[in-house]
Every structure is written in structure tokens, then in C-alpha cells.
Antibody, heavy 121, light 113 residues
Framework: EVQLVQSGAEVKKAGESLKISCKGSGYIFTSYWIGWVRQVPGKGLEWMGIIYPGDSDTKYSPAFQGQVTISADKSISTAYLQWSSLKASDTAMYYC??????????????WGQGTLVTVSS | DIVMTQSPDSLAVSLGERATINCKSS????????????LAWYQQNPGQPPKLLFY???TRESGVPDRFSGSGSGTDFTLTISSLQAEDVAVYYC?????????FGQGTKLEIK
């Protein structure tokens, strides 16, 4: 069974750094793009960026470029989303999701269970 | 960037009745070389991650009940539930994957009337 398991909820202060994770299993991790999606409480989905763990090729949404860093460690089948200096506005649920389609077909399934990040000012 | 706009923002439908959700893209997501619409639909139940329902605008994901259908082309798309069931209460999102950033609509909240 293809699964993405994310790290647990985090409570941080503004200005702190953070790295959350997404571990893939049940498939060849290096062969599928992994995306990150933000959902502010009570709001919609925002596509943040995507990484190909095979060669670490990464694409960012302009809205998140420079705000976060997406990376992957293929030796442990894990993708990461990190912040160097959190803001209160980063408070949200963050989902990872695997690209399902073929070349240039960026729809996503399955999704991780989500990691809630709470940042206090 | 392509902007996805859904309508309505919320919808209340009686059990057994039809529910229709619309999604409009700011530019066409139909790729002329393969005549495919780069549009997906997701369902998000409360407290759960999104679940893929359709891709290529109308290709139903395995396990999705056939009361759900997707249609449309170019810039205008529709998700239809032919006979609403209680378990269909959720927020529904469209997503374009024609070009990066692969944007979502703002979501449509579907409730029981």
C-alpha cells in the first residue's frame, strides 16, 4: 500500500526554525514527485512546491519561493519542508502528497495525514 | 499564473437531490497536443486530507461512486453528484495541473439541506 506518513504537530515561536517530514512507503520513492500543500485553518488549499527525490529537482510556487525550502533524503525515503524563521502567518496544516500521473501530470494521490504547525508571536 | 474560481462557495442540497459545483480557470487548461484537460477534483472530509476524485476533468478515480461525475473543457468545468448521500458532505476543490504553480480553487462546501 502506498503511504505517506508525516511528522507530528509542532508548536513554535515566531523567529524559530522548523523542519517537518513526510516518509513514503510502498513504492519506489525516487520515482515520484512529492508536493507540499498549505491549508490555513478554515481556508482552502495552496500549492507550495514539489520535489523529485530522484535528483532533488524542485519547483516552487512564486508565493512560497524564498519563504520555505523543500528537500528530500532518498536514503530514508523522506521529503522535508523547512522554515528558517517562522512567522505567525505560517500557522497552518501542511500536507505532503505524491504526484500520481505520468510525465507533466501533476495531480496528487495519496496524501499524508497532515502536520499542524502553530506559531505564536 | 492560472487562477481557479469555484462557485458557489457553499451549497446545501437535500438528500437524494443533485448537487452541482462549478470551476472556472483564468485560462484554458486544455492541452491541444493531446486534447486533454489538465483538471482534477478532490474531496476533503472534515479533519481529513483531500482525496482525489477525478483527473483529466472526467476520469473517475478507482473506488469513487458513479453518482459522481466530472465534465467540462477549456476553462469551464463541473462536478456533479447525481443523488446526494450523507457521506458526501465535504469541501470540494478543483486543481489545474496545466502549468506551475498547480493552483486550487477556493473550495465549495457541500452540506445537507
Amino acid at each position: 500500500e502506498v503511504q505517506l506518513v508525516q511528522s507530528g504537530a509542532e508548536v513554535k515561536k515566531a523567529g524559530e526554525s522548523l523542519k517537518i517530514s513526510c516518509k513514503g512507503s510502498g513504492y519506489i520513492f525516487t520515482s515520484y514527485w512529492i508536493g507540499w500543500v498549505r491549508q490555513v485553518p478554515g481556508k482552502g488549499l495552496e500549492w507550495m512546491g514539489i520535489i523529485y527525490p530522484g535528483d532533488s529537482d524542485t519547483k516552487y510556487s512564486p508565493a512560497f519561493q524564498g519563504q520555505v525550502t523543500i528537500s528530500a533524503d532518498k536514503s530514508i525515503s523522506t521529503a522535508y519542508l523547512q522554515w528558517s524563521s517562522l512567522k505567525a502567518s505560517d500557522t497552518a496544516m501542511y500536507y505532503c502528497a505524491r504526484k500520481r500521473g505520468g510525465y507533466n501530470e501533476y495531480y496528487f494521490d495519496p496524501w499524508g495525514q497532515g502536520t499542524l504547525v502553530t506559531v505564536s508571536s | 499564473d492560472i487562477v481557479m474560481t469555484q462557485s458557489p462557495d457553499s451549497l446545501a442540497v437535500s438528500l437524494g437531490e443533485r448537487a452541482t459545483i462549478n470551476c472556472k480557470s483564468s485560462q484554458s487548461v486544455l492541452y491541444s497536443s493531446n486534447n486533454k484537460n489538465y483538471l482534477a477534483w478532490y474531496q476533503q472530509n472534515p479533519g481529513q486530507p483531500p482525496k482525489l476524485l477525478f483527473y483529466w476533468a472526467s476520469t473517475r478515480e478507482s473506488g469513487v461512486p458513479d453518482r459522481f461525475s466530472g465534465s467540462g473543457s477549456g476553462t469551464d468545468f463541473t462536478l456533479t453528484i447525481s443523488s446526494l448521500q450523507a457521506e458526501d458532505v465535504a469541501v470540494y476543490y478543483c486543481q489545474q495541473y496545466y502549468s506551475s504553480p498547480y493552483s486550487f480553487g477556493q473550495g465549495t462546501k457541500l452540506e445537507i439541506k
